[in-house]
């Protein structure tokens, strides 16, 4: 069965310093990894998305995750942190039925 | 660009009451799913429906719980006699097929008193 687990539950960083939020998963075959954003009392918005094509994959808003098959793992990377970027953020895998199974989220706060 | 919407934004409703919450998907999308986030927990899957039948559906997905496309734009789910573990935000999405990518909408709040 797929799953993912995100490593941090919460992550705090200045602003304008890099930001890295960490998953990994488990499956049994190639998966599709998706990260989502939450901000405070809106609905998912889905930042990228890896389905096999290039490893590393860039999202919006300045972020890319890349996927490291030895490692089973799909970071969320961004060089410089905005103010903006506070949200809650979750690291998806997708499983063979295309329904999507969830990490529990890490909370990213953004210090001025 | 095209959204999914869902209404009403929150929901408040007695223990044992019927409620439903709409959807309603992107127009050229085929899959429809319902999600749901109780609060400080995950978000889990509860179903999938495509030509107008559920796909698949999770254990939390019992007798309680329904869903319909009743016309050609809205997805609901009817939650027959609610819980007060009910309570959660529940979040509906839809793809395309054959395109993996999910887009959901704002979610409803819904809150069992």
Redesign the interface.
Known sequence: AQSVTQLDSHVSVSEGTPVLLRCNYSSSYSPSLFWYVQHPNKGLQLLLKYTSAATLVKGINGFEAEFKKSETSFHLTKPSAHMSDAAEYFCVVMDSSYKLIFGSGTRLLVRP | EPE?TQTPSHQVTQMGQEVILRCVPISNHL?F?W?RQILGQ????LV?FYNNEI??KSEIFDDQFSVERPDGSNFTLKIRSTKLEDSAMY?C?S?VPFN????????TRLTVL
């Open positions: 999914v899959y799913y999600y995950k978000v889990e899957f999938s796909s698949e979040f999405a793809s993996n990518e999910q887009f959901f909408g704002p979610g």
